[in-house]
Structures are given as structure tokens and as C-alpha cells.
């Protein structure tokens, strides 16, 4: 066609010293270390195929890392190093910077470069949601109609509906609030995949499936769109969510007493391959407490007083969270103030009640960790 191949190489200036983007000479041997940026740019040089190769740094501008650029966006393309060196860049070559704003950035860097904005408000909500229905597991495409016509009565409405009403804890994007939503969604989708060597979904199960599209999504939304919000918040949120999902008329509406939070779905064992359906009785798909769920707590004598978990309805709720992002491998991110028991619901969830394929380590960060004791 009429495209050209491309290599890019992406990296994050902020997050690593000047001296291991561009190279550095050793204090006391004197002897040079190339960095990051003047490996890639070696590597790109000496190249024999006709590949673009686009550099692409994505993170914050600031003057200490982009004033070394300006030769390179200059019309001769040069690299200087601290070495000395000049490396001469090929016309295959291009420099491109993904960056939030231009603040800090110098008048010498803006003019060098050609500037594209791009508005969140323009690209809209439908690529995620378009882009995500294309790559639906098989079994769930004869669903993805009504998977689309849920996106389209719900998503856009719910998200105006934060962003007037809902205090939230930590700012988000519409476009990372969608994501969590499609994520939560691919978790509930797992179970159905069939996996070369694993015991397959019965068919009476996969028959069963379009019972659970609408729960699906509305306790994906709950905890995507709807959980970034206060205590207040969420009051607020799931008197709107019961009013929407009536209007609307979704087959399975929630309780009239206590939140949306409070529920979890409960699917009947539909997604559940072990479980062997009882032929006589065919359970039904239903919003259930949190706390019915729950095993009954019991002290162990003798047990360290820090190390007793009394479980609560949000420990409940961010453990099975925790458990069904993780077991999917889908990355977690738990906000909240000091003190609220985050490290210990994780500590407990990560420790004691994962898949033994799961092996835990933990790393403490500070203002002060830097990219090398990561490492």
C-alpha cells in the first residue's frame, strides 16, 4: 500500500539522569558510557534498511533535557554528545516529543518543531469503544450490538454526570475511565475463551451468556466510572444509575435498599467452568450484598494484633477487585488518603489468596527513588 515501515522507540526523558539519556564520561576512569538516546541514534545510523525510525519522548518538557535537542531539530540534524562527538542523523530519522503542555519549554525549542494539538474533547469516547468491540472474543460477538447499544445509553451520560456531580478523589480522563470500563469487561469475558489444553466451557453455559451482557456492564461502570468518586459521590452516583437503568429498562435492576456499591453480581455459576450445573436447579442471575458472600470471621488465638483482618464490606470489594484485575493481568492502580488499610488489603490479598503462579515483591518509592534503585 501506500505505507512506509517504521520502527519507533519510545522512552521517557524525566525518568533517568541526563548522563543516562545522552552518555556520560566516569569521574574517575574517564571513560566515556553512551546513553539510551545516543545508542538508539548509533544503532539507527548505521542501519542498511529504508525503516523510518521515529524517536519518540514521551513525558514533561523541561529546559535541562531539551536544549541539548536543538541541534538535532536544527535543519542538519546533528547529535552532539559531551564527548565531543557529533553524530550526523539520516534523513530517515525524526524526532517527536509527546508532552501535556509547553510551559517551561524555551522559544528556541517551540520554533524548531512543528506543534500538533489534540483536543480529548475531538477524539471522543467511540475509538476506545469501536476499536475494543473489533477484538471481542469470538463467543462474545453475537452480543456486540447490544454491547454497543449499552455504550451508547450509558458511557457518555455517565461520565457528563461525574464530571458535574461527582467530587472526585483523584482527577481522571474520560478516556482512562473508559479503559478501566472496557478492562473490568475483558475480565468477565476470560472464563469463555477457550484455552488449547484447558477444560472447555460447557455449551448450556454459553447459551446462558446474554443473561449476563447488561450485569456485566453495569458493574463494570460502577467500578470504573462510578468509583473514582467520595463517599458523598457515590450516594449521589447510584441514585442516578437506579433512576438511568429503569428508564432504560435493564432486566436486572438492583435492590431498592443501600447503593449500587453494596452489590456484587452474582452469575448463577454460569462463568464458573468447574462448577457442574445441577440439572433440576437453574440458579438465577442476581445482584447479591457483598457481605453474603463473605465467610464468616474467625479469630485465631494467639495472632499478632497487626496481622488480624476483620473483613468489612470495602475490604471485600477491593479484594475481589484485586483479585480479578490481577488473575487477568491487568495493571491496578489504589488511591486514598493515609491509614485507609491499602497496603494491608494488598499485603493480604497478594500473600495469602492468589494463584500460586503469582509470586509478590514490594517496592516502597519516595520523592527520592530514582530510576537506578529501581533497577
Avoid at 22 to 28: K, S
Avoid at 121 to 138: A, Q, R, V
Wanted: include cysteine; charge should be negative; hydrophobic fraction near 45%.
Amino acid at each position: 500500500g501506500n505505507y512506509e515501515a517504521v520502527n519507533y522507540y519510545v522512552l521517557n526523558p524525566k525518568s533517568i539522569t541526563m548522563g543516562q539519556l545522552y552518555g556520560e564520561f566516569d569521574l574517575l576512569t574517564h571513560e566515556w558510557t553512551d546513553g539510551i538516546l545516543s545508542s538508539l541514534i548509533r544503532v539507527g545510523v548505521i542501519a542498511k534498511d529504508t525503516n523510518k525510525k521515529w524517536y519518540m519522548f514521551d513525558g514533561p518538557v523541561d529546559a535541562v533535557w531539551i536544549e541539548n535537542m536543538n541541534t538535532v531539530l536544527d535543519d542538519n540534524k546533528k547529535l552532539c554528545l559531551s564527548s565531543g562527538e557529533i553524530i550526523k542523523l539520516t534523513e530517515a530519522m525524526t524526532m517527536m516529543f509527546e508532552v501535556q503542555d509547553l510551559a517551561v519549554a524555551s522559544p528556541a525549542t517551540v520554533s524548531r518543531c512543528g506543534m500538533v494539538y489534540l483536543e480529548p474533547s475531538i477524539l471522543g469516547l467511540k475509538p476506545f469503544t469501536e476499536c475494543w468491540l473489533n477484538k471481542i472474543p469470538d463467543v462474545i460477538k453475537p452480543f456486540s450490538e447490544q454491547l454497543e447499544s449499552l455504550f451508547n445509553g450509558f458511557l457518555e451520560e455517565s461520565i457528563i454526570f461525574v464530571r458535574k456531580s461527582v467530587k472526585e478523589i483523584i482527577a481522571s480522563t474520560d478516556g482512562n475511565l473508559t479503559m478501566s470500563l472496557l478492562k473490568l469487561l475483558d475480565c468477565f469475558f476470560q472464563p469463555f475463551i477457550p484455552v488449547e489444553g484447558m477444560k472447555r466451557m460447557p455449551p448450556e453455559k454459553i447459551a446462558r451468556i446474554d443473561e449476563l451482557i447488561e450485569p456485566w456492564f453495569i458493574f463494570a461502570l460502577i467500578w470504573s466510572v462510578g468509583a473514582t468518586g467520595d463517599a458523598q459521590s457515590r450516594v449521589v452516583f447510584s441514585a442516578w444509575l437506579k433512576a438511568t437503568m429503569s428508564a432504560k429498562q435493564i432486566g436486572l435492576l438492583f435492590p431498592d435498599e443501600g447503593l449500587v456499591y453494596d452489590y456484587q453480581l452474582d452469575d448463577a455459576g454460569i462463568s464458573n467452568i468447574e462448577e457442574e450445573e445441577d440439572e433440576d436447579v437453574i440458579s438465577e442471575v442476581g445482584w447479591v450484598n457483598w457481605m453474603d458472600s463473605s465467610v464468616e470471621f474467625t479469630m485465631v488465638p494467639d495472632t499478632s494484633f497487626c496481622d488480624i483482618i476483620v473483613p468489612t464490606m470495602n475490604t471485600i470489594q477491593m479484594a475481589y477487585l484485586l483479585e480479578m484485575l490481577l488473575t487477568n493481568h491487568k495493571p491496578i492502580l489504589c488511591v486514598g488518603p493515609t491509614g485507609t488499610g491499602k497496603t494491608l488489603t494488598i499485603a493480604d490479598k497478594l500473600l495469602k489468596n492468589l494463584p500460586l503462579e503469582f509470586i509478590s515483591h514490594f517496592l516502597v518509592f519516595s520523592a527520592r527513588t530514582s530510576a537506578n534503585q529501581t533497577q
